[in-house]
C-alpha cells in the first residue's frame, strides 16, 4: 500500500518530460504511487507509457507568443483541459502534483489549486516559461536550476534545487556504447544533440563537415525525426538516428565531445558528465531566448564553448571543435570545480515538505 499518490505532469518537448523520469526511482522509495497527465498526442505520451506509468489525457491548447488564428480558440481547450483535469484529480485524489512545465501543465495546475492540492514546478531553464509563468500563481514552490533564476520568480516562492539527473545517465558503459554504434576503430567519437525536434541548421553544418570530420571522429549524430540522410548510411564511422533513450546513458559515456542545443536538461546532463562541449543555441529569432541566456550562463562560467546560430556555418564549426579540443584541460578543469549537483533528492525533499505544510 502506497503511503502518497503524486501526478506528475509536464509535455511538448522531451525536455519536460525527461526530469520526471530521473524522480521516479526516488519518489518510489518514500512510497509514493505515481501516475502523469499529459496532451493527447505530445511525445510524452509515447515516453511515460514506456516507463510503465499510468497516463490520463486532456486538451491541451498551444500559448504562443506571436500572433496566429488558433490563439483564439486555444484558450477554449485550456478551459476544458481544466475540467478534465479535475474530473482526474476528483478520482485520483493525489496528495500532491509536480509540473515540468510544457502547455499541457497550465490546466493541471489551475485544477489543482481550485481542489486545494499543493502543487510543486520545476523551471529548468534560466528564466521561467510562458507555461510556468502563467501556473507560477497557482504553485506553492518553484523549483529552479540556474541561481539567476531565483531573482525571476515571485511571492517567496523560488527556490533553488538544480535539475533532475537520471541515475543511469551518470554510469553508462563505453563499450556498450561503441557495440550499438557499430565503431570498429578507436578514433575520438563526437556526439551531435539538435534536440527532441531535430535542428536543420547543425544537421546541414555537421554534414557539410562530414568528410574533413570523419578523419578525426567517429560521429553520432542525433538528428531528429525524419531528417536521417539514408544516402550517407555507407560512411562507417558516421552513425545517424532519430532519436535515443534507452541507449543514451551508453552514448553519452562513449563521446569525447558534444555539440548539442542549449536546453537546460540536456546541458546540466553534460556538466554532471564533465564533457567537453560546443553550444549552439536555438536563436531569439526562433524562441524566446531562453536557450542563449542558459549558454551565455555556461559560457560565462568556463563550461562551454558557445557559437550563435546566426554565425553557424561550415567554416565557423570546425574552427569551434578545433579551439574546444584545443583547450579541453582548461573546460575539464572549469566543470570539475563546478558545485551544481543533481537536484533529484533537493526536489523530492520540496515534494515531500509540501504535503506535510497541507
Do not use: W
Request: aromatic residues 6%; charged residues 25%.
Amino acid at each position: 500500500m502506497s503511503k502518497y499518490k503524486i501526478i506528475m505532469t509536464g509535455g511538448g518537448s522531451a525536455g519536460h518530460v525527461t526530469p520526471n523520469l530521473a524522480l521516479i526511482p526516488n519518489l518510489k522509495q518514500e512510497g509514493f504511487e505515481i501516475k502523469y497527465i499529459g496532451s493527447k498526442d505530445g511525445i510524452e505520451k509515447e515516453i511515460i507509457k514506456k516507463a510503465g506509468i499510468p497516463y490520463f489525457e486532456i486538451s491541451s491548447g498551444k500559448l504562443r507568443r506571436y500572433f496566429d488564428v488558433k490563439n483564439f480558440t486555444d484558450p477554449f481547450k485550456v478551459v476544458k483541459g481544466i475540467f478534465e483535469a479535475i474530473n482526474i484529480l476528483n478520482k485520483e485524489k493525489p496528495d500532491v502534483i509536480f509540473s515540468k512545465g510544457g502547455f499541457v501543465t497550465v490546466p493541471v495546475v489551475m485544477a489543482a489549486s481550485l481542489k486545494k492540492i499543493p502543487v510543486v514546478s520545476h523551471e529548468s531553464d534560466l528564466t521561467p516559461g510562458l507555461a510556468n509563468k502563467l501556473a507560477a500563481p497557482f504553485c506553492d514552490k518553484l523549483c529552479v536550476t540556474f541561481p539567476e533564476s531565483i531573482k525571476y520568480i515571485k511571492g517567496n516562492k523560488g527556490v533553488l534545487t538544480g535539475t533532475p539527473i537520471r541515475k543511469e545517465l551518470l554510469s553508462g558503459d563505453k563499450l556498450k556504447g561503441k557495440e550499438f554504434c557499430g565503431f570498429k576503430d578507436n578514433k575520438k567519437v563526437l556526439l551531435v544533440i539538435g534536440g527532441s525536434l531535430g535542428s536543420k541548421i547543425i544537421n546541414e553544418s555537421i554534414r557539410a563537415n562530414l568528410d574533413d570530420l570523419l578523419k578525426e571522429f567517429n560521429i553520432i549524430h542525433i538528428c531528429g525525426k525524419g531528417n536521417i540522410d539514408s544516402s550517407l548510411d555507407k560512411k562507417a564511422a558516421y552513425f545517424q538516428l532519430e532519436y535515443i533513450s534507452e541507449e543514451l546513458p551508453n552514448v553519452m559515456a562513449l563521446s569525447d565531445i558534444i555539440i548539442s542545443r542549449a536546453g537546460a536538461n540536456v546541458i546540466f546532463e553534460i556538466l554532471a558528465l564533465k564533457k567537453l562541449n560546443i553550444l549552439i543555441p536555438l536563436s531569439k529569432n526562433a524562441s524566446r531566448g531562453d536557450q542563449v541566456l542558459n549558454a551565455n550562463s555556461f559560457e560565462k562560467a568556463g563550461y562551454s564553448k558557445v557559437i550563435e546560430e546566426e554565425k553557424l556555418n561550415k567554416k565557423e564549426l570546425l574552427k569551434a571543435i578545433i579551439e574546444t579540443t584545443r583547450d579541453e584541460e582548461k573546460y575539464i578543469n572549469a566543470m570539475k570545480s563546478s558545485s551544481v549537483n543533481n537536484g533529484v533528492e533537493n526536489i523530492v525533499k520540496i515534494i515531500m515538505k509540501s504535503i506535510k505544510n497541507k
